[in-house]
């Protein structure tokens, strides 16, 4: 008897260690679980820069604060965020840098053209602009010019399938495979190309007139239909879409490229740039329009502080 009593303690006192295991495993299994489940969004710092050198940076894109760029050179090539510093070109050669977005430093370009983008791509600083001039550099500080003179300048640059392209004025269009040599190649257009991506395994240019083309491989284009005729002035691809901005509100969206439908905006402002950081689009534009979204098909206008004309924005990821 005392042996099967025994023997039914052991057994109890096994299935009440199994039950406090279990209960322990499943609290520490949904904790988990929730953890992976839950989103967090970064307080990143949004910069915004226009003509006239205005610099306005936010925290959360709805409240804005006018900076000192130490510059009145109008910035129209925009503002991106390479490798922890925020970068901007303009006027005059103009190349701004700064770590915080409150100092900004004069970096010397080695020209006097207008500069109209910067981006770093595969590796490279590349800034293009008025007069087909192309800076690049490895580093970000010291540049190296390439001219390809004529009436019309370079807008914008990009790169993919192991090919820089670049577009501008009346068409024109060069391709390079290392950066540094250009060939010029046709578009099949004369209108003037403002902004151009690579997403989604294509290459997306855009420009006036409502112009659209896209290629597989960047040389070879074709017309695509944008369903407006508003001058474009920038596109960008995010989460497998593309966006593209421009005069009188216009914004369109589509998912491969070639099929475009009109978003809302609510401004008729004209739209110079486009961004996604943050958990946050944002759109800039004249008179100091500011337009943000969650989900970029409704849209809220944020008081910027200004009436210059904002040619581009970027965000601290």
Avoid at 41 to 69: C, H, P
Wanted: proline share 0%; hydrophobic share 30%; glycine share 12%.
């Amino acid at each position: 008897m005392k042996k099967i009593k025994r023997v039914l303690y052991i057994i109890l006192i096994s299935l009440f260690s199994l039950t406090i295991f279990s209960c322990a495993k499943k609290s520490s299994d949904d904790s988990k679980t929730s953890t992976d489940n839950t989103t967090t969004t970064s307080s990143g710092l949004f910069v915004a820069v226009g003509d006239n050198g205005i610099i306005l940076t936010s925290s959360d894109a709805s409240t804005w604060t006018t900076g000192t760029s130490g510059t009145t050179d109008y910035l129209k090539g925009g503002v991106t965020y390479i490798n922890s510093v925020f970068m901007t070109v303009g006027d005059n050669g103009t190349i701004l840098s700064s770590t915080d977005s409150t100092s900004w430093n004069q970096i010397n370009s080695g020209t006097t053209e207008n500069l109209r983008e910067i981006k770093y791509l595969n590796g490279l600083y590349l800034i293009v602009g008025k007069n087909r001039i192309i800076l690049s550099s490895s580093n970000g500080t010291n540049w190296t010019q390439r001219n390809y003179v004529s009436d019309w300048g370079f807008h914008s640059v990009s790169y993919g399938k192991n090919i820089y392209v670049t577009v501008g004025g009346g068409g024109n269009m060069y391709t390079s495979s290392d950066g540094y040599s250009w060939t010029s190649i046709s578009s099949s257009t004369t209108e003037d190309l403002m902004s151009i991506v690579f997403g989604g395994g294509i290459f997306v240019t855009v420009g006036f007139s409502g112009t659209i083309l896209t290629s597989s491989n960047g040389s070879t284009w074709t017309s695509r239909s944008s369903g407006t005729s508003e001058r474009l002035y920038y596109i960008i691809y995010n989460n497998g879409l593309f966006y593209a901005v421009g005069n009188s509100g216009t914004i369109i969206k589509s998912s491969d490229g070639i099929s475009w439908s009109s978003i809302n905006s609510g401004t008729t402002g004209h739209l110079r740039g486009i961004h996604y950081g943050n958990g946050i689009f944002v759109a800039i534009g004249s008179s100091g329009t500011i337009i943000t979204s969650s989900d970029a098909t409704s849209w809220t206008s944020s008081t910027s502080g200004t009436s210059e004309y904002l040619r581009g924005v970027t965000s601290k990821e």
